[in-house]
């Protein structure tokens, strides 16, 4: 597999995967104005991973289209890390899912500003002016979180020990980004991780709460060994395309 | 859900040079999130350039049992508008 078509497939993944998961709040959120934060963000993502498909689609050069490669693949085709796949949970688990990601996405994207192809820098352009709003959004209510009430630091407290073990995934690079980042399409992920921890400690120092140290982190999403949780997305999210075969709304 | 956050009032201009409007209300804990839930809730199909928010408790409204005499009186003083004067046919836009 040519591997800027595994690196691009990869970022898209990310993004769908992640705005597939958010786009479950849809109707459920804990109040009104959040649940509409939460699909306004899904819809971002998927919006973003629309483009990196298209683009990923050209780079192939095997004619599939964007709806070809979210919906027609099978779980292990998939690169997406780990955390993105992650269930909700509550509210807490689901806003620090999404600090982690958005901390990440960031300053991915402020990487990709720089890269070698004109489509990426410009995809990269469009979606940091999203992910600047998603990252304030998420910081402000871990902040609000942690600094909440009992329960809400406890939920939060939780949901930092579920899901440290899948942060590491996001600045550990594997051989197509490696690659991606020595031909200038991709980015520096020792750069990268320096940028997600100081990103990290920043907000947490903000809400008075330490990030873990050391523990066992997770990995395999990029190279499409995933936890049991992607599946049934898959499954919820494939239904009508595997049903209906190219339908269209 | 028991919701005790307090409410706001949110104002929306559309475009640079128009006021800001009243476009609703909604509920926050503090200023920053109000701003955030405001933006996702009343922007999201490029409605507005700028948006002012107050927390409701701040607005002083008029009373509406006090209608009678705030209001009524205006009713039959026409001349209060400026549509006595003749204007000429070239000018547009008044």
Partial sequence: ?249 | MENNWPLWEIFIRSKNGLSHKHVGSLHASDEEMAMQNARDVYTRRSEGVSIWLVESKHITASNPDNGDSMFDPANDKVYRHPTFYDLPEELKHI
């Fill in chain 1, 1 to 249: 597999m040519d591997t800027s078509f595994a690196y691009i497939l990869h970022l898209a993944d990310n993004a769908l995967i992640l705005g597939q998961r958010l786009s479950e709040w849809c109707g459920h959120g804990p109040i009104l104005e959040q649940d509409m934060a939460m699909t306004n963000i899904s819809l971002d993502l998927v919006g973003q991973s629309r483009s990196l498909f298209q683009l990923a689609g050209e780079l192939e050069g095997k004619g599939r289209s964007e709806d070809d490669l979210a919906f027609m693949r099978v779980e292990i085709d998939y690169k997406n890390c780990l955390l993105a796949e992650q269930p909700n949970g509550d509210f807490a688990k689901t806003i620090l899912r999404q600090f982690f990601y958005d901390a990440f996405s960031f300053h991915n994207y402020t990487a990709l500003l720089q890269s070698s192809n004109e489509q990426v820098r410009a995809i990269a352009e469009k979606s940091l002016k999203e992910v600047t709003y998603h990252l304030k959004w998420s910081s402000e209510w871990v902040i609000r979180l942690v600094d909440g009430t009992e329960e809400s630091l406890l939920r939060m407290k939780t949901a930092l020990l579920e899901l440290w073990t899948f942060t590491g995934e996001l600045y550990t690079p594997v051989d197509y980004e490696i690659k991606a980042a020595e031909s200038g399409l991709g980015v520096d992920f020792d750069k990268i991780k320096t940028l997600w921890l100081e990103e990290v400690n920043k907000v947490f120092d903000m809400a008075g709460i330490k990030v873990p140290v050391g523990g066992w982190m997770q990995k395999g999403g990029k190279k499409g060994i995933h936890t049991e949780h992607l599946g049934f997305l898959l499954a919820d999210m494939q239904y009508l395309q595997r049903t209906y075969p190219g339908q269209k709304w």
